[in-house]
């Protein structure tokens, strides 16, 4: 009895040992493939990069299992760069930007056997392939909440009789301004969250939007930055990928102009330690957490993945130490507000677009037709997840 016993125990103990050998085979075979449209230098690839390196340790993936593509221009040679990682070995490749999209699907109808997840795309569910995905945060919510952290500050400056008739309009609107990359929805989306937040404090806002068409150019960046200030705006904020308007902001406050601003992607203090208020970041870990875990279980990913402030994916950067009192309780309701549901970021209440609000709405991009809104509020980023919202509402105007 006792030898059978013992049989039965190493033979269970063998067992055990193959097929946690088995599980580390798999693990050490995966391999990762990354297609950043800059490199480290700017703050959207940093935060990629960044959330990439803590998921692989989350789930205990190995460096030498990722392969680094940068600075990959979004051309053909996302596509070559994609054939290259497939060549070498990769049975999932990311690409960061939404340039990347359209060669990425290419290389996924032409690899079946490999997953493609394009960042922040919006074709993958039409596109009907099963090895092609997207992924995106609900960056609308923090930039709502940096636009409360704007608010708080502009109210602090009107209290104090710190707002100079040259910040007004001719409707009595105090202006404030907003670097864009391109007039795509995600920054449409983005901006009008900054500017409801911002209004959610003080309602007599209107806000100037200028677009450096580049994701990435801290010269056109920070001349369009220039460009708003010289026009009265008092407060900046962005959708570009550099520090080049917080540094304009930095040195025009220091040569007298009262103007602040609120950043994107990465903490801006080090480069405007006085203008900057905070920045709207993501944090892209929870995705690629989610992903390579399924990546090792070998289980789907879904083509479709949007998360934000209740899962920790978007958040706001430190508090500047020129932020009105009382900001940091003010974001704790908001953000508190955000996660249980009692606020919509896009409450159709809230804005109007020719003086009316709406109360139904199709996106231009890409949804066949479905309805946006649901009970007075537009619904960002569920039927998809990258934004569609492309409503440009009164009170922001497009200079470009």
């Not at 990722?66 to 999932?92: H, M, P, R």
């Not at 960046?221 to 010289?230: P, V």
């Amino acid at each position: 009895m006792k030898k059978v016993t013992a049989l039965l125990l190493a033979l269970i103990l063998c067992l055990s040992l193959s097929a946690c050998g088995g599980t580390k085979g798999k693990n050490a075979d995966l391999k990762i493939g990354v297609i950043l449209v800059h490199d480290e230098n700017t703050g959207y690839d940093l935060s990629h990069i960044n959330g990439i390196k803590k998921a692989a340790a989350n789930v205990g993936i190995k460096e030498d299992q990722i392969i680094w593509k940068y600075s990959i221009s979004e051309d053909e040679n996302c596509f070559d760069a994609a054939t290259d990682l497939v060549e070498q070995g990769c049975k999932y490749i990311i690409s960061d930007s939404y340039g990347h999209q359209s060669y990425m699907q290419q290389a996924a109808e032409e690899n079946p056997n490999v997953t493609f997840i394009a960042m922040t795309g919006d074709t993958a569910a039409a596109s009907g392939l099963k090895n092609f995905k997207n992924a995106f945060c609900n960056t609308y919510e923090a930039r709502y909440v940096s636009g409360v952290v704007a608010g708080m500050k502009l109210k602090q400056l009107v209290d104090e009789g710190k707002v100079a008739d040259k910040n007004y309009d001719e409707d009595g609107n105090i202006k404030i301004g907003y670097v864009g990359a391109f007039p795509y929805a995600e920054v449409v989306s983005g901006y009008t969250a900054f500017y409801l937040g911002v209004k959610s404090i003080v309602d007599n806002v209107s806000m100037d939007v200028t677009y450096t068409n580049s994701w990435y150019s801290p010269t056109a960046e920070a001349e369009a930055a220039n460009a708003l200030i010289s026009d009265g705006s008092i407060i900046i904020s962005q959708h570009s990928d550099s520090s080049g308007a917080p540094s304009a902001c930095e040195a025009a406050l220091a040569a007298g102009t009262t103007v602040y601003c609120v950043g994107y992607n990465v903490d801006m203090l080090s480069v405007a330690p006085n203008a900057a208020l905070t920045s709207a970041l993501n944090d892209w870990s929870v995705y690629y957490t989610y992903a390579m875990n399924c990546m090792l279980k070998g289980e789907d990913i879904a083509t479709d993945w949007a998360r934000g402030y209740s899962e920790g994916a978007n958040m706001i950067s430190a508090l500047g130490a020129s932020c009105a009192p009382g900001t940091k309780e003010k974001v704790e309701a908001v953000e508190a507000a955000i996660k249980d549901g009692s606020l919509k970021v896009f409450d159709c209440s809230t804005f109007t677009v020719g003086g009316e609000h709406l109360t139904s709405y199709t996106s231009s991009w890409g949804l066949n037709g479905a309805e946006t809104i649901k009970d007075g509020v537009f619904e960002e980023s569920v039927i998809r997840s990258a934004p569609y919202f492309d409503i440009r509402i009164d009170g922001i105007t497009e200079l470009n």
